[in-house]
């Protein structure tokens, strides 16, 4: 009888013992996939609420696939060309369970798999021919975790001076902040576009500049607060109350809430995963100005051939 290589035999020790997916001991568990090999898979990035993009197989329109994110990686020691092998064993799971095929090239292949819990949306990343990478959306209505009018979530950081916090704003639970700066009368410029114009105000008044971090309870930074989740919610926040949305980018939200003294003026910048920047500014009615440029875009006459 043929004898086993020892370093085989210690894979497979390895293999029972340990678990076919590593990952953080807070994070949920993803949908469950099975892997190339039964290689385990490592769980890069865990979002509460995130989206990925899937595009038409043959048009150019996209959709966003909305809930929570996970992104797998799966890694192989071989020197044999691998892609074609993790794209077609990828199809053929996916098509056990009655999933549905979107866009795919040399590089990704997009899909969407039913489930009466909310749908699973995934990319399968194709890296190179060791490893490959699985984007992962479980469909769930969003739910927005930032309550303004309500007492304030947020606490400071050890050997950081508290003052007292802008009224209305409110942050995520668990937030820290970790830096502040406090003015009692400051000047913030703000900037945006409406239009063809460009406009530019200035507004006055007591301000408060906070980085602030999401934090678990061993103290370490809770990065499955997405920079989406945070942009969306601050928005829809803003609006539940009545604001204004001036400017909504993707790293930048600008939004007026009415206030009994005047106008709560407030700048949101997520920076990473767990952690944005609030600049606050509450300006009195009798310190209104308004804005005090207004550039027009000029847009170029079409010649005598029409172009």
């Known amino acids: 009888m043929k004898r086993l290589p020892f370093y085989f035999l210690i894979l497979t020790f390895l293999l029972g013992f340990f678990p076919l997916l590593a990952q953080e001991e807070n994070w949920p568990e993803p949908p469950e996939f099975k892997s190339y090999l039964n290689v385990p898979g490592k ?3 865990y979002n509460y609420f995130n989206y990925i993009e899937i595009r038409d197989p043959e048009e150019d329109n996209y959709r966003q696939a909305m809930g929570t994110y996970w ?4 890694s192989y020691d071989s020197a044999f060309r691998q892609k074609r092998k993790f794209k077609e064993f990828m199809a053929d799971e996916v098509l056990s369970r009655g999933g549905t095929f979107f866009f795919e090239d040399t590089s990704q ?4 798999i039913p489930d009466p819990e909310g749908h699973i949306w995934g990319r399968q990343m194709l890296t190179n021919d060791k490893n490959y990478r699985l984007r992962v959306i479980k469909e769930k209505p969003f739910t927005n975790r930032v309550a303004f009018d309500q007492p304030p979530v947020a606490v400071f950081d050890r050997y ?5 916090l802008p009224p209305r704003i409110n942050y995520f639970p668990g937030s820290v902040i970790t830096r502040i700066a406090y003015s009692k009368f400051n000047h913030v410029s703000y900037n945006w576009t409406s239009g063809d114009t460009l406009f530019r105000q200035t507004v006055m008044g007591p301000t408060w500049d906070m980085r ?3 934090r678990m309870k061993d103290g370490v930074i809770d990065r499955s607060l997405s920079t989406i989740e945070v942009m ?6 803003c609006r539940k109350v009545g604001g204004t949305i001036i ?3 993707p790293r930048e939200l600008i939004m007026r809430i009415p206030h009994v003294d005047g106008d709560l003026w407030c700048r949101v910048s997520p920076s990473l995963d767990g952690m944005y920047v609030l600049r606050v500014t509450l300006q009195a009615k009798a310190d209104y100005t308004a804005p005090e ?4 875009i000029p847009v170029q006459a079409a010649d005598s051939t029409g172009t």
Not at 71 to 74: A, F, T
Not at 109 to 112: G, I, K, P, Y
Not at 232 to 237: A, D, K, L, P, T
């Open 43 to 45: 769980v890069l990035k």
């Open 212 to 214: 602030l971090e999401t």
């Open 232 to 237: 969306e919610s601050y928005y829809r926040s």
């Open 71 to 74: 992104e797998i990686s799966y």
């Open 160 to 164: 950081l001076d508290s003052v007292a």
């Open 109 to 112: 292949l997009q899909f969407v």
């Open 247 to 249: 400017k909504n980018r």
């Open 293 to 296: 440029l207004r550039l027009s």
